[in-house]
């Protein structure tokens, strides 16, 4: 039986990028050939298929296959751009109780003997039964916070709730930094995080429009060459497959980058 | 440079600092919560070690958390009815079982009769994971208040360390 490895990403915190970052390491996996499941564990509150655009496709959801009302197969879309990557989605019209751990590892296990090597899990938002439906197959977790204050303090809270099931050495993504904030010390660096957090870094994506962009057309923005933080993304799948990327440099603080930031208009 | 010029003028810290400083003293403290389950095992094992030797007021125990200044201690304050008779002798005995055993971790204990009509201030500092095996480390002398240090190996690094949250707990 193959053994794909099961990556749940997961905050604490709502609102720091949690699905889009599952979308955009996804995509950038896929892309690199590798054969990818995505799983939106945020029953209720379903988002990763509307990030990924493939929200008018959804017939079974995740809880169809827990309670049998269709095969596993029957409920993963596959993603018309790169047919290597599918999803799993959420039930939208039930709670976090409609599956347990047991019927999350089940799944899991089903999906490895399927061949997928990478299992990432959109976790939701807090600490309760969603996140431990979440996190108990997974075999590693990715840590996603913001530069800012409660959100730092709650991926902490994450790392020690992690610990206590089980899931070691998660790694983290510093998402939606401002470069320029930072020179101007009015935001925390990603080194103030992470020693504050003390837990390995796996990267670091700026702050970017494009992300919205992409949003709103639903097609993740590593598919974009150009976009800096699609670059992030591309880079921190690379390391999840083990190789070495060194981690970007901004710096925008310089007179040519608040040229540059005046007539793009990025802040 | 507006930020600059405007911080160098006020004299104000950088946000950024004020933000990484809140964080690290609000992470301090959300690490060191200690579950009212562990906090009463706790009680129950320190108090049977003390038991051992001295008689206690048990009504009046009291165990608390205590932040200041950058680290976190527990503290307990132990009104002691009147040490054991036969608490040197213990004392004797278990020192020659482990010497019997090999095990020297607590054979710096010393304990002396006499007039103990006070409280005895335990204070450790433990990561719940630990607390399990809270290891009796007890040094205690006829002084009415006496400081018993359980763990100070581990005391340094307990501040920055999580808790292990409800799960490893329960």
């Known amino acids: 039986m193959a053994t794909g490895r099961v990556i749940v990403v997961t905050s604490g915190k709502g609102g720091v990028g949690k699905t889009t970052t599952t979308a955009n390491l996804g995509m950038a996996l896929a892309t690199m050939g590798e054969k990818v499941a995505l799983i939106d564990a945020d029953i209720g509150l379903r988002n990763l298929d509307l990030i990924l655009g493939l929200e008018n496709r959804i017939v079974y959801d995740i809880v169809d296959v827990v309670e049998k009302r269709c095969k596993l197969r029957q409920a993963l879309i596959k993603d018309k751009r790169m047919p290597n990557l599918v999803l799993l989605p959420a039930a939208q019209t039930r709670d976090k109780s409609a599956v347990t751990p047991e019927q999350m590892k089940e799944l899991i296990a089903d999906l490895q003997s399927d061949g997928f090597g990478f299992i990432l899990i959109d976790c939701p938002a807090g600490i309760e039964q969603g996140f431990r439906n979440a996190t108990a197959g997974a075999t590693e977790a990715v840590i996603v916070t913001n530069p800012e204050v409660s959100a730092v303090r709650d991926a902490d809270r994450i790392v020690g709730l992690l610990e206590a099931a089980e899931l070691r050495n998660p790694s983290l993504i510093v998402n939606r930094l401002r470069p320029h904030l930072v020179k101007n010390e009015t935001m925390m660096s990603v080194e103030d995080v992470q020693e504050i957090l003390n837990i390995k870094l796996l990267g670091i994506v700026p702050d970017d429009e494009a992300i919205i962009n992409s949003s709103n057309r639903g097609e993740p923005v590593t598919l974009h060459e150009a976009a800096k933080s699609g670059q992030a993304y591309r880079n921190i799948a690379r390391r999840l497959r083990g190789e070495e990327v060194p981690f970007l440099q901004f710096d925008e603080g310089g007179l040519m980058g608040r040229i540059r930031r005046f007539l793009t208009g990025v802040r | ?170």
């Open chain 2, 1 to 170: 440079m507006f930020a600059f010029l405007d911080r160098f003028l006020s004299r104000s810290e950088a946000s950024r600092d004020t933000a990484k400083n809140r964080l690290k003293l609000v992470l301090m403290q959300d690490r060191s919560v200690i579950p009212p389950a562990v906090l009463e095992r706790i009680r129950a094992e320190v108090l049977a070690v003390l038991h051992r030797y001295v008689e206690i007021d048990q009504g009046a125990l009291e165990l608390n958390l205590d932040r200041s200044e950058g680290s976190v201690a527990l503290l307990a304050s132990v009104p002691i009815v009147r040490v054991r008779e036969d608490a040197a002798q213990l004392l004797a005995e278990a020192v020659a079982a482990e010497a019997a055993t090999g095990d020297a971790s607590t054979t710096g204990a010393e304990l002396a009769g006499g007039d103990a009509d006070g409280a005895v201030e335990v204070a450790t500092v433990e990561t719940p994971d630990a607390v399990a095996g809270t290891a009796a480390e007890a040094e205690a002398s006829s002084e009415p208040a006496t400081e018993v240090a359980a763990g100070d190996a581990q005391a340094d690094e307990a501040s920055l360390a999580r808790p292990a949250g409800e799960a490893a707990l329960t």
